[in-house]
């Protein structure tokens, strides 16, 4: 497919810059080419060339490329322009391009919907490349490059063509039963097939969660009584005053929320309103925000000041909850209150003492519920939903009440739910497995 227009915009980064690129697509390339850059440019070179406007105005210096389509990201004629990162070089830049007919202003994406349009990429490679963009930790970057080169489109095309291999198998053995060619039964080996696909696909769903802790963040959130130390802790770790901290109970009243890179991946931190027993009005709301951004937590942090504890009760599972003793520093060498056993951890956010200790057993726990960032997880939500479509319908299947032609086209169906994940449904690939199996009508 060719787009009638050409698309031009602003490629790379903020301006100003030392380099900006523009990035121009369509069949209208070379002529923009050839016009601004002086002559045509041979392929994949960059060429540094003076840049001039139709009536000779010169607009720039620097590099051009040209990359002739299919053999290119969007499957069209593509060129990059590299000139001096100024906004009023790449507007001026930006405004001779548009000038030309048949070229606008790409809206956003549309470089990356060409290039899916044309067969460059896949659905879910499509979203990679945004996920990619998008990282700002290490893990991010690692779990969007591995989708972006196709690693999780290959499992789902994979499933696919098992699922495809089935059906024609199937559809083989009702069709053609007369035709020496076809097994006399395909069934056993059909549907104990489509059983281990089954369990394949949902430990594949499994493993969701992980995908959105990479991708959104680990979620930690600080509870505990007034003045209990949770702002200063949230300051600590942010490394900024990021709460107000004052002697006031019921300083903090709404979610704040900070974003920190703990080895390579995501940690989203908030702080939340004291919890205690007849707060204001407005105090209440806060509380009640508290507990419920508290029950989705991947961790809870759990604080009590050591030298004046006031217990506060915490719905949720222990296993995601830190007891922490806070004010280490008031005790001087004392055993708190609590006793020695009651917090998992204690720390001192005046000295810094046990914060280190804390952000690592955070980082931990972290790590542990990513799981391992090479593993093939579903990215998206959507994923997930039409997986376990997919499953559902590879489940009905199974069923032996129906009849052949009946599972056959659950078959189908499951097959579909897995090409909408990628895009790439198409019902003709059915007919060429059956004739490049088995040599029909020989």
């Not at 060129?79 to 930006?94: K, P, S, T």
């Amino acid at each position: 497919m060719i787009s009638g227009d050409s698309i031009v915009a602003l490629s790379s980064g903020r301006l100003p810059a030392g380099v900006a690129v523009v990035r121009i697509s369509g069949a209208q390339t070379r002529f923009v080419v050839e016009t601004i850059a002086g002559a045509m440019v041979k392929e994949r070179e960059a060429i540094l060339r003076k840049f001039k406007t139709p009536d000779g105005t010169v607009l720039d210096s620097g590099l051009v490329i040209f990359f002739r389509g299919p053999a290119s990201f969007t499957g069209e004629d593509v060129a990059e322009f590299h000139v001096h990162g100024g906004r009023a070089v790449v507007a001026r830049m930006l405004e001779t391009i548009t000038a030309f007919d048949g070229v606008r202003h790409a809206e956003p994406g549309e470089f990356t919907r060409r290039a899916f349009l044309n067969g460059k990429v896949d659905l879910v490679e499509t979203e990679a490349l945004a996920d990619l963009v998008n990282a700002e930790t290490e893990a991010q970057r690692r779990f969007a490059i591995r989708n972006a080169e196709g690693v999780q489109s290959d499992l789902y095309l994979s499933w696919r063509r098992r699922l495809i291999h089935a059906r024609a198998m199937i559809e083989a053995e009702i069709d053609f039963a007369d035709e020496d060619d076809v097994p006399g039964s395909v069934s056993d080996a059909v549907w104990s097939d489509v059983g281990l696909m089954i369990g394949e696909i949902d430990r594949h769903v499994a493993g969701f969660r992980a995908a959105e802790i990479i991708r959104d963040g680990f979620e930690v959130v600080i509870l505990g009584a007034p003045n209990a130390g949770k702002s200063s802790l949230f300051n600590t770790l942010a490394r900024r005053d990021a709460a107000i901290v004052t002697d006031e109970p019921g300083t903090t009243r709404d979610l704040l929320e900070v974003v920190l890179d703990l080895g390579g991946l995501r940690v989203r931190l908030t702080d939340t309103a004291g919890l205690r027993d007849a707060p204001g009005k407005v105090e209440a709301i806060g509380i009640e925000k508290a507990r419920a951004r508290a029950h989705g937590a991947d961790l809870v942090l759990l604080l009590e000041d050591m030298a004046a504890p006031m217990p506060v009760i915490a719905a949720g599972d222990p296993k995601r909850m830190m007891r922490v003793g806070t004010k280490l520093d008031l005790l001087d060498g004392k055993a708190n209150r609590g006793g020695e056993g009651h917090y998992d951890l204690a720390i001192s956010t005046l000295d810094g003492a046990g914060i280190d200790a804390l952000l690592a057993q955070i980082s931990a726990r972290a790590v542990s519920a990513a799981g391992d960032v090479s593993d093939v997880l579903p990215s998206r939500l959507r994923h997930v939903e039409l997986l376990g479509e997919t499953t559902r319908h590879l489940a009905r299947a199974m069923e032996q009440a129906a009849g052949q032609e009946l599972r056959a086209e659950e078959l189908r169906l499951a097959a579909d739910r897995l090409g909408r994940i990628i895009g790439a449904v198409d019902v003709e690939d059915l007919l060429d497995v059956i004739f490049a199996q088995f040599c029909i009508g020989k």
